[in-house]
Antibody, heavy 122, light 110 residues
Framework: EVRLLESGGGFVQPGGSLRLSCAAS????????LSWVRQAPGKGLEWVSV????????YYADSVKGRFTISRDNSKNTLYMQMKSLRAEDTAVYHC???????????????WGQGTLVTVSS | QTVVTQEPSFSVSPGGTVTLTCGLS?????????PSWYQQTPGQTPRTLIY???TRSSGVPDRFSGSILGNKAALTIAGAQADDESDYYC??????????FGGGTKLTVL
């Protein structure tokens, strides 16, 4: 059974940093690209970033480019998101999602974690 | 980045048919955008309904179908049921690794 379990969310002041993790199990981790998708309270879904299965390719939404860094450790079956210079508008539940290919999520997000809440406020 | 447009809300009668659409702020949606559709009920993670324009995900009833209608991607729900009342999101692949979600459509069945 595919499982994705996010952690690392919490309360942070504007300008602060946070690192999210997503522990995966139930599939060959390095064979799949992984994404972060966020959802602000009461709002829609927003794609944030994707990393290829090898970790060699990363892509970002304009809203987070230069502030967020996605990475993965294929030896630990874990996905990460380092978030810097956080803003109030980054407040959201952050889900990790498995892509159905090894390169990007061009086809679909086929499994989702329950998410971890990040709150940016003074 | 390009904006992906969806109707904010829609209503359908039980047993009725509804078509939700997914467009671009500039340009036309084609199969090259690999449109996909997700259903999300409150407090739940999204569920894939349709991917690659019209491929139904495993376990999705055949009353859900995807297509290109004119210059938009479309999700048609035939024989709407009460538990179809959900938020529906489309996603378009823009190339270069970039995926963009639409704003979502809140579907009411009444």
């Amino acid at each position: 059974e595919v499982r994705l379990l996010e952690s690392g969310g919490g309360f942070v002041q504007p300008g602060g940093s946070l690192r999210l993790s997503c522990a995966a199990s139930g599939f060959t981790f390095s064979s799949y690209a992984l994404s972060w998708v966020r959802q602000a309270p009461g709002k829609g879904l927003e794609w944030v970033s994707v990393i290829s299965g090898s970790g060699g390719s990363t892509y970002y939404a304009d809203s987070v480019k230069g502030r967020f860094t996605i990475s993965r450790d294929n030896s630990k079956n874990t996905l990460y998101m380092q978030m810097k210079s956080l803003r109030a508008e980054d407040t959201a539940v952050y889900h990790c999602a498995r892509c159905s290919s090894s390169t990007t999520c061009y086809l679909r997000f086929d499994y989702w974690g329950q998410g971890t809440l990040v709150t940016v406020s003074s | 980045q390009t904006v992906v447009t969806q109707e904010p809300s829609f209503s359908v009668s039980p047993g009725g048919t509804v078509t939700l659409t997914c467009g671009l702020s500039s340009g036309s949606v084609s199969t090259s955008y690999y449109p996909s559709w997700y259903q999300q009920t409150p407090g739940q993670t999204p569920r894939t309904l349709i991917y690659s324009t019209n491929t139904r995900s495993s376990g999705v009833p055949d009353r859900f179908s995807g297509s290109i209608l004119g210059n938009k991607a479309a999700l048609t729900i035939a024989g709407a049921q009460a538990d179809d009342e959900s938020d529906y999101y489309c996603v378009l692949y823009m190339g270069s690794g970039i995926s963009v979600f639409g704003g979502g459509t809140k579907l009411t069945v009444l």
